[in-house]
């Protein structure tokens, strides 16, 4: 009895120490990719911080995401998007990342950020008229600035219609998908005032920065 209860305690005792040495390798695995990943982010914090390319309450573009810096630190990066949503990016991923900055163009010292919307109308439609309605649409924009003017560009000639983009300065950059839904209105009502027809086969609007 004694005999087998010597021969079994070590027999026993061997298989619970493989037991446990192997979670320990597979803990120290875990851990050190943890670790590699945590001292990614941490040195791409650090570098961010060094670079500066925004501050809390900038509103920013990371990948597909549009929204204001609410915390930075050295492990991750949130935006909140004009939609109240929150979204975390790791630092290593902003690193590798195309940041766009929009507060950097409403700062004192410069015009401000340019705001634009296009539009095609037919050739049948004199250019001046176009160009009148789409710079006055505007001016009648709240917190698009008087100066410097907006101003239209014919950005393409196309077979039916021509392009005409329209570009107005803007400091107020927590405002823009408001501004840019009065723009929107401001620009139908002034051609249904002309009496032009939006609904013409080739007429189209393209937008970008609507976050």
Not at 123 to 149: C, F, G, M, N
Request: net charge neutral.
């Amino acid at each position: 009895m004694g005999f087998y209860g010597c021969g079994y305690i070590p027999l026993f005792a061997g298989f619970q120490f493989k037991g446990l040495s192997g979670s320990f390798g597979f803990v120290g695995i875990i851990f050190s990719l943890g670790s590699t990943s945590a001292i990614g982010n941490l040195v791409a914090g650090l570098v961010i911080t060094y670079m500066r390319p925004f501050k809390i309450g900038d509103r920013v573009q990371i990948k597909e995401i549009t929204g204001f810096v609410v915390e930075k630190n050295l492990m991750v990066v949130r935006l909140k998007t004009h939609k109240n949503e929150y979204v975390t990016f790791p630092n290593i991923l902003i690193l590798g990342s195309n940041i766009i900055n929009y507060n950097t163009s409403s700062d004192e010292d410069e015009e401000g950020l340019i705001i634009y919307a296009e539009v095609t109308f037919g050739y049948s439609t004199p250019w001046e008229t176009v160009h009148d309605i789409l710079i006055t649409a505007a001016l009648a924009t709240d917190h698009i600035q008087k100066r410097p003017k907006p101003f239209v560009l014919q950005t393409n000639l196309d077979d039916f219609y021509a392009r005409y983009q329209i570009n107005c300065y803007t400091k107020e950059v927590s405002k823009i998908p408001a501004i840019y839904a009065m723009l929107y209105e401001n620009i139908q009502n002034g051609f249904r005032e002309k009496g032009l027809d939006m609904t013409a086969a080739h007429y189209r609007v393209i937008t970008t920065n609507k976050g």
